[in-house]
Structures are given as structure tokens and as C-alpha cells.
């Protein structure tokens, strides 16, 4: 209890911004109208009790990069 926090939602496609609310133990959730598009990024922003805000950021739909080791040659 006592967390709360949002998420801004970022792309070609456009901004929103989606309140984050408990939901249960250690559980934050929200609900937001936006598209899921290749090149969105999410920033997702928490306050827990007593506590200053953290932030984080996410590109959930982007492919991670093959390490270098495993790349693929020509």
C-alpha cells in the first residue's frame, strides 16, 4: 500500500500518459488507450511509501541486438 505511480507512453503514433494504482501485493496496474507500435517507448514512473520516485525506461516492441560474438556474418 501507499504506491502509485504512471507510465507515459511515446511513438510515432503519438503520447499517454496511464495512472498506475495498487493492485494487489506489490502490484501496480493501469489502463490506457494507446497503439503498440515498433518504435514506442514506455517510462514508467513509481513512488513507493516514504520513498522518492524511481524511473525506468522500455522499448518493449524493439528487438534486442545480437552480441557480438553471435553476429551474423556475411
Not at 503519438?14 to 514506442?40: C, H, I, R, W, Y
Request: aromatic content about 2%; hydrophobic content about 45%.
Amino acid at each position: 500500500a501507499g504506491a502509485s505511480g504512471s507510465a507515459t507512453i511515446l511513438s510515432s503514433k503519438g503520447k499517454a500518459t496511464v495512472q498506475l494504482n495498487p493492485a494487489g501485493n506489490n502490484v501496480l496496474s493501469g489502463k490506457g488507450k494507446f497503439e503498440a507500435v515498433a518504435d514506442m517507448k514506455v517510462i514508467v514512473s513509481i513512488t513507493l511509501a516514504g520513498q522518492k520516485a524511481e524511473q525506468a525506461r522500455f522499448t518493449p516492441l524493439q528487438k534486442a541486438a545480437a552480441p557480438a560474438d553471435k553476429a551474423v556474418k556475411p
